[in-house]
Every structure is written in structure tokens, then in C-alpha cells.
């Protein structure tokens, strides 16, 4: 998968929009649920602690946590190359379906 392919997929979400978010391009519903980095190379899921552990199991060395206490809430870092699409479906919905969620 590249950074393009990402950005595509998730544009294509209901109610996605784009916009710059420091170095890193944001996609957000109601609120920020991925961002792509410069160089197309990750991005980062919103997703519930829950979620990134399962996602982090069903795809070794492609999902990790965020480095940092962001990590700890949920942030998840995925590495896009030789990742296809259809294994990144499930984790950007569930981050879709967090940002697009109120009360988050």
C-alpha cells in the first residue's frame, strides 16, 4: 500500500475531510481518526486500546503503538508498504467509526 492509496481510502470514508496537521496529513469526521506522514511511508489510527492490540496481533510489523503516551490511549502507528488494502480496511473503519463518534 502507499501513502496515496491511503489517502484514498480514506477520503472515501463518509464524511472525511482532509487538512494539514503539523508535518502529517489529518483525516477527521468529527474529530482527527488517522494522519498519513510526509513521505507516505505510515500512518497513524485512532483506535481504543482494544482495538490496536487486536489489530497489532492479526498484523505483525505492519501495527504498533505510538511511542509515546499517545500510544497508551489508543494512537497506533501502521506501516503502509506491503500492506494491501484489504487488510487495512478494518482498522481504518474502526478509527473512522471513533472519530466520527460523539462524544469522543
Known sequence: MTGAE???????????GEAPHFDRAAFRVRRIYASLAAD????????SPEEQAHYAALLPGHVRPVPNAW????????????LSPDRLE???????????????
Open 6 to 16: 491511503f489517502r484514498t481510502m480514506a477520503l472515501a470514508l463518509p464524511g472525511t
Open 40 to 47: 507516505g511511508l505510515s500512518a497513524n489510527l485512532n483506535l
Open 71 to 82: 500510544g497508551a490511549r489508543g494512537w497506533t502507528e501502521v506501516t503502509l508498504s506491503g
Open 90 to 104: 478494518g482498522p481504518l473503519r474502526a478509527a473512522w467509526a471513533r472519530g466520527s463518534a460523539r462524544g469522543l
